[in-house]
């Protein structure tokens, strides 16, 4: 693990690539979540303020997305997801959230 580590803190131009991959990838989760509320993200997790937020939460939990709750506010922080499987996962629920 170590060696693995010293690689990658050397390979400045996978460095690079993963920024802007983990960039584009915390403004694609923004931009799903910004129909179901107020979203305020970074390059590795966005919050969105809902104001069923406990609701929405069990709702995701549901179809297997896990979310983080924050019960005191009305807000759910959300990781990104790992495949495009998991996008598609995430944003059929998302879907299924928002039909009457």
């Known amino acids: 693990a170590r060696a693995v580590a010293r690689m990658a803190l050397a ?6 690539a993963t920024r802007c991959e983990l960039l584009a990838a915390g403004a694609r989760l923004g931009e799903l979540l910004a129909a179901y509320g107020e979203v305020r993200s970074t390059p590795l997790f966005a919050t969105l303020t809902h104001a069923d937020a406990a609701a929405l939460h069990a709702h995701l939990a549901r179809r297997g997305i896990l979310t983080r ?7 759910l922080r959300f990781g990104l997801p790992a ?3 998991e996008w598609k996962r995430l944003a059929d629920a998302l879907g299924d959230w928002s039909k009457p």
């Open 11 to 16: 390979d400045r131009d996978w460095q690079a």
């Open 69 to 75: 709750l924050f019960e005191q506010q009305p807000l």
């Open 83 to 85: 495949s495009e499987g």
